[in-house]
Structure formats: structure tokens, C-alpha cells
């Protein structure tokens, strides 16, 4: 029998006994019955039914798609440089096994490329700008919500399928950005982030716990709570080059499939049709801290809805 997603906790060993704790979302996706199965397309909206534009919203570009408004639509660079990868237990008490780098060491450096990220997660806002664009739907179970929200309810396919038209459409729009532009033309593409990118982002080049730091600090981020919260709206101005809600809010799609440690960069290259579990990232607002930290790991079957899980974009080569 297939599974349909990968819990951490499956192999995880803390370093200190966590009575009560709150296992990661993920655990969810692996009850069976709840699995969602899927095709790569979105459900066409029906006639009539598009989705209706979003009101004007600070800080976001309506004529841009409501990107955010900044000369990059809401990029951050994210320099060339080797990142610490994984988590050692012994600096890290909560580390789960899933993120030991081999059975050699705990950790590794890993050369990343420059690259860029979204400061924010994909809002409902963008999203619907998308669907009206297309004609494609969320389906029954997608989940809509205010639009500074985090878009979540949404498949693997569905998140690919996003990156994949604004890609285009800022290729073929007179206003985008002249340097945004520039990337586009030499070659980079809009994608989703793979899992290394995902995880330097969040923790910068030396390793963080989280993106502030190594200490849980619950005013950073939106974990042990009830529901999403608009994108950017918890201030963190410690955290890993200036991104937003990498630790809570919602797990985050990346392009890499759910393989055990070492990371391998060519094999997000594989075919992106090929049936897999998908690596999601940085935990919910449902979580509890253990689940929120930069290293967390967790995978995804390409077809399930979750109210806990949306994404955010990359640009890279």
C-alpha cells in the first residue's frame, strides 16, 4: 500500500522526552480516507462562477496581480553562498531523526546559487487572480479566505500550475519590473522553491533553529494558534533576510521530492509528473514550536487539500 505522506515523527528520536506535544499537521495527511487523489489540473470554475477581484490592498499591486509592491514584486535575493543543512541534536533537542544529514554526520554544507524568494506567502488575493485569468477553480475543497490571507486548500499540481502562469505573464507584461525583467530574460524561471533553497531562506547561512534564532520566541511567528493570519503581519525583524511567516502560518509546497538525507540537488530536475511525495515546509499555525523550526520536514501526497498548507515562490535557473 502506497503512503500518502511522510510524518517525521515515523523515525523521530528527540533528544528530551516532549509529552503532549503537538505532532506536526502533516500526521493528518496520513490518514488514508482523507487522501485526496487527484489529475494535474485545476477544476475548471463554472460559467459564471470566476472568481470575483479582490479589493485594494496595502502594500500589493491590483495591476500587478497583487504582488507585493516593491521593485522586485516581493523577491528577495538570496546570495550565493554554502548554507549549514539538517539538524544536529545535540545543538537542537528537538530535532527529528528525518533531518540528520547521514549516518556519518548530522549536518552538511550545501553551495547554493544566488536565487530569490518571495518575501510572503501566495495570498488568497493572488491566487484569485489566477483563477479569474484561467478560468480555473479551486474545487470543493479549496480554501479561499480574506485576501491578505495565505492561499491553503490547494494541491501540489495547483501550486505548480500558479508559478507556472505568472511566469508567463510576467514574461509577456509591458510593466513588469526592468529588473525582474532582466532575470526572466537571462534564463531564470518562477517556480517553487526546493527543499535546500526553502531551507537556507528560512535559516540563513549559519544554521538557525528558526529564522530568528535558536530560541522558540512565539511573537515571531503564527504557531499554537487556531487559524492563518494575514501574510507579513507578524513582525520579525530578526528573521533570515527579511522574509515573513517561513515558521507557521501555513506548510509550504516546495519542487523536491520526499527523500531521506543526503540532499540531492539534481533530483529535483526529475520529472515533475512522476507520482511522489512532495517536500512541504516550515509548519502552521496549528503546530506547536518543535514543528515550526527552519529544519522541519515533512512530505505530501501532490493531490491532498489542507486548510494548513498553501506556498510561496522562487525564481532560480
Known sequence: MERDSVNPTDHATPSTPTVGLTIMAVIVLAVAAWMVRESGRLTPTAPGAAAEPAPELAGFRRDAWFLPDDAMLGFVEIPASPFLMGSDPAVDRLAFENERWSTDQVQALVDLPTFYIGRFEVTVAQFQAFASATGAGLGARGSGGPPDHPISGITWPDALAYTRWLDGALRESAETPAPLRALLDDGWRIALPAEAEWEKAARGEEGRIFPWGNEATPGRANYSTEAPVPVGSIECPDCAYGLADMSGNVWEWTRSPYRPYPYEPGVDATDLATDALWVIRGG??????????????????????????????????
Request: proline share 6%; no cysteine.
Open 284 to 317: 502552521s499555525y496549528a503546530d506547536a514550536a518543535q514543528n515550526v523550526r527552519a529544519a522541519i520536514r515533512g512530505g505530501g501526497d501532490p493531490g491532498v487539500r489542507r486548510p494548513f498548507i498553501g506556498f510561496r515562490l522562487a525564481i532560480s535557473r
